[in-house]
């Protein structure tokens, strides 16, 4: 059989793809980690740790302005039928962050 028309199983085809992913993960963060020693502010490349923490002000922090979350729908929690918590903020729709 040649080589072309050779069948791969499933477990070496997602081995295979999986493969440039992790690539492109470990150089990232060889970049990331040089950049960070020499400059600890850098913004350029974030350390996977800065990202975590710039997402989760934005995900679960609300805005200082607003009082409201950036992203994501505002629900309100499961309550006996009164208007305190989440429910009762004002919601604008001209705003990007929609609820």
Known sequence: MRWVNRRI??????LLGS???LLLV??????????HAIN????????PGAMVQAMW???FEPD??????????IRSPVSSGSDSGWA????????LACC
């Open 9 to 14: 199983s499933r477990g070496n085809n997602l």
């Open 64 to 73: 200082q302005l607003t009082g409201r979350l950036l992203f994501g729908r």
């Open 40 to 47: 600890p502010s850098d913004k350029l490349l974030p350390l």
């Open 88 to 95: 009762s903020l004002p919601c604008r729709r001209s705003s």
């Open 57 to 59: 002000g934005l995900l």
């Open 19 to 21: 493969i440039p992913i």
């Open 26 to 35: 470990l150089i990232y963060l060889l970049a990331a980690t040089e950049r």
